[in-house]
């Protein structure tokens, strides 16, 4: 039996049947963000992997000083300022609030995995360690109004389609993948849970 018989198509047909198979697998790609909001996103990330960079260094400064690593009274005064910045930026309050809360969160776990190891290394203080008050804060309080800037681009685009997913796929390319990538998880969860798929 020839090909022609058992695959009865006319030619013109396979036009006809590429366009809609091309058609088909448009609708099938997961819809992805503008471009605006994808470096909205972008640059939320390149500052949170700023932020976890500091770290290291308020660790080392409380290792040598023996200072704990839990600063409640530090985080109550950052969050009563992030709640009136937030106010001003139009930013939701608690989301703002949740989402340092994950940022103290993500750099007390890096600086407890450093401790421990250093603990482990039996390793003594730091020659030359950052001076936390005068060298280390200043750079998070700085932080701290770029990334309410941030969260109101964040909040703006939340509904839009993708968002989510294209923030978690970047994440994994912008920010730093220490301790296997636990900090960063913890670092974008409320914001994960702020955007749509
Ligand atoms: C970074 C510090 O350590 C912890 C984390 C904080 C933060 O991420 O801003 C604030 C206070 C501390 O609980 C610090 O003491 O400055």
């Known amino acids: 039996m020839s090909l022609r018989k058992t695959l009865p198509i006319h030619p013109g047909r396979w036009l006809a049947i590429a366009l809609a198979l091309l058609l088909a697998g448009c609708q099938m790609q997961p819809p992805e963000p503008p471009d605006e909001d994808k470096a909205a996103i972008d640059r939320m990330l390149g500052l949170l992997d700023e932020r976890l960079d500091v770290a290291p ?6 290792w040598n000083s023996g200072a704990p690593i839990e600063a409640p009274e530090r985080e109550a005064q950052i969050l009563d300022q992030v709640a009136e910045d937030a106010e001003a930026a139009g930013v939701d309050e ?39 008050a005068e060298e280390v804060r200043p750079v998070l309080d700085r932080l701290t109004p770029q990334l ?28 730093q993948d220490d301790f296997d990538g636990e900090p960063r ?13």
């Open 57 to 62: 260094l308020v660790a080392q400064s409380k």
């Open 94 to 132: 608690d989301f703002a609030r949740r989402f340092f809360e994950k940022q103290f969160e993500a750099s007390k776990q890096i600086q407890r995995r450093l401790h421990h190891q250093w603990l482990q290394e039996g390793r003594s203080t730091f020659a030359d360690p950052p001076d936390l």
């Open 148 to 175: 309410i800037d941030s969260l109101a681009d964040i909040q703006r685009i939340a509904a839009v389609e993708g968002s989510g997913r294209y923030l978690e796929r970047r994440a994994a390319e912008l920010v």
């Open 185 to 197: 998880n913890v670092s974008i969860q409320p914001l994960l849970e702020r955007l749509a798929r």
